[in-house]
């Protein structure tokens, strides 16, 4: 668990370094091993490979490659599509240090995939409590409370599935086919070309190469919370301009004008009973 979060976390430079050095180095111990057993009676047992073998490992690599980058290029657009929403929930008018706990202390459990749906932001629980029990006088306050209140529920179905998402990840029996599937194409061309040295050589090392871009497109993009190519909460702070420039562990209440901690159960909100909004014009 400690390396796995370590190799998802390495910046996409030093990711490439490792992706492509391991990938060499397996390439290379396969070259090595095949060129040093092929001399006589397993020379021409190598030589009767076909090479028609070559083009269905290839495709079946690349089909491997497809089915699990279709995972994560779904669950990276559906992570940006709920972060987007999760914004779009005009939060800054109803709970202004939900948006600062989410990204000071949700963002880094995602990351590490701890957080869990076992415990509601209590700011949005409030809030949403609050709106569904106050009594609105006017017609205008009965849309104002509507739209809080479809505001709340649509910030909480973001959030839930905000950290559904960030759990997942390419299991380890993908990556291991993926693994098998690269090192019987590698075998299958050093057999296949081990009469000429040079031509194996550069049959596998141009192979290996795709072999190691292919990974790396996967790995830095397995999980979208995690790493230098995550899921930013940008949206959220575009919407919370203040947070920009908070100090660490506190943020600007822009209903209140003062410090809110991260930490304080004792988050303040819009009152239903302050808006006075005329019917058929509400605004936020």
């Known amino acids: 668990m400690i390396m796995n979060d370590w190799l998802h976390n390495l910046p996409i430079v030093w990711m490439a370094l490792l992706v492509f050095g391991l990938t060499a180095l397996i390439t290379a111990a396969i070259y090595v091993v095949v060129m040093v057993l092929s001399v006589g009676e397993r020379a021409r047992s190598f030589k009767a490979v076909s090479p028609g073998l070559l083009p269905p490992l290839g495709i079946l690599f690349a089909l491997f490659v497809a089915f699990t980058a279709t995972q994560v290029w ?35 459990m995602m990351a590490h995939r701890t957080a869990t749906l076992q415990v509601i932001p209590y700011s949005l629980a409030e809030a949403l409590q609050l709106t569904l029990t106050l009594t609105p006088s006017s017609q205008g306050q009965q849309t104002a409370q509507r739209e809080i209140t479809t505001s709340l529920e649509n910030a909480l179905d973001a959030r839930r599935q905000r950290i559904i998402i960030s759990q997942s990840e390419v299991n380890w029996v993908k990556w291991l086919c993926l693994g098998l599937q690269a090192v019987c194409a590698l075998l299958a061309i050093a057999m296949v070309h081990s ?58 209440d822009p209903v209140m004008g003062k410090s809110v901690r991260k930490n ?17 014009n509400v605004r936020f």
């Open 264 to 280: 304080d159960p004792h988050v303040r909100f819009w009152n239903l009973a302050d808006i006075q909004v005329p019917a058929g």
């Open 74 to 108: 779904t669950d990276n657009d559906k992570a940006n599509s709920v972060v987007d929403r999760e914004a779009s929930a005009r939060l800054r008018n109803l709970i202004p240090s939900y948006v600062a706990d989410a990204v000071a202390q949700e963002w880094p």
């Open 195 to 252: 009469d000429n040295r040079l031509a194996t050589a550069i049959t596998m090392g141009l192979f290996g190469v795709g072999v190691a871009a292919s990974l790396l497109l996967i790995l830095a993009h397995d999980r979208p919370f995690t790493g230098e190519l995550a899921v930013s909460p940008n949206p959220l702070l575009q919407v919370m301009p203040a947070l920009g420039s908070s100090q660490q562990g506190s943020s600007l």
